[in-house]
């Protein structure tokens, strides 16, 4: 029996575009309450404008200790509760690690790894006060086997896979359930350096997914009656064959 997510009062962060923005949609259609988290203030108000009064925009900077911070106390003010959190903001980096630099593996680790990290601890005592509560992260595919032509990301997706398994089993107690997605290739910002024909034949040959796939994928995760998690959902294009 799927359970109800009306009037629940979910969180996602980069929200602004891709699967955070595909999600935010299938929350809103679901009957949630939805805050856009996002960087981009300009963007967060032409959304929350389209999208309506369920939608509330936090600008918030995960790259900013102070901004990051300020995140979850700020929504709690505002909105007093928060059922839904989905860690979903990140970057990429491909190629091998000589053709990195040390700034942008920083940068990189700090959003895909601090701010997960940093989000779920200041959100845990309030679910855990409360005895319920959903924690969701965006991982990807590249977090369960060796991508050795994208190791820096792959190794910052293999950190939060066992975050988020570790915190699974220290909230299960506290009847929060913790989970992540795991994505293969999505047509989202992350891949902006694709070239147009490269991503064309893609979407063509089936080595793409869509952002709305995955928020399909998370609904399905959140609606599952209390007693059931699913601790990891791994969803590719059909035609990925890289695994």
């Not at 942008?104 to 779920?120: E, H, T, Y």
Request: aromatic letters at 4%; hydrophobic letters at 45%.
């Amino acid at each position: 029996m799927a359970s109800d997510l009306k009037d629940k009062i979910a969180v996602v962060t980069g929200a602004a575009s891709g699967i955070g923005l595909a999600t935010t949609k299938a929350l809103l259609d679901q009957g949630a309450k939805v805050v856009l988290v996002d960087r981009n203030q300009e963007a967060l108000a032409t959304l929350t404008a389209e999208l309506g009064e369920r939608a509330f925009g936090q600008v918030t900077d995960l790259l900013d200790p102070q901004s990051c911070d300020a995140m979850i106390p700020q929504i709690l003010d505002k909105l007093g509760q928060i059922d839904i959190l989905h860690c979903n903001a990140g970057s990429y980096i491909g190629g091998d690690l000589t053709e990195t630099t040390p700034g942008a593996i920083d940068r990189m680790l700090n959003l895909n790894v601090n701010a997960v990290m940093k989000n779920v601890h200041d959100v845990a005592p309030h679910m855990i006060a409360r005895q319920t509560g959903d924690i969701v992260v965006t991982c990807s595919v590249a977090g369960h086997f060796p991508t050795y032509w994208e190791p820096v990301y792959s190794g910052s997706k293999w950190a939060i896979t066992s975050f988020v398994q570790g915190m699974r089993r220290q909230m299960v107690p506290h009847g929060v359930r913790v989970a992540q997605i795991s994505p293969g290739p999505v047509v989202s910002a992350l891949l902006a350096d694709w070239p147009e024909e490269n991503l064309r034949k893609a979407r063509e040959t089936g080595g793409l997914i869509e952002p709305e796939d995955v928020a399909e994928a998370i609904i399905f995760m959140l609606t599952r009656k209390r007693t059931v998690t699913i601790r990891d959902m791994i969803i590719l294009p059909s035609n990925f064959d890289r695994v």
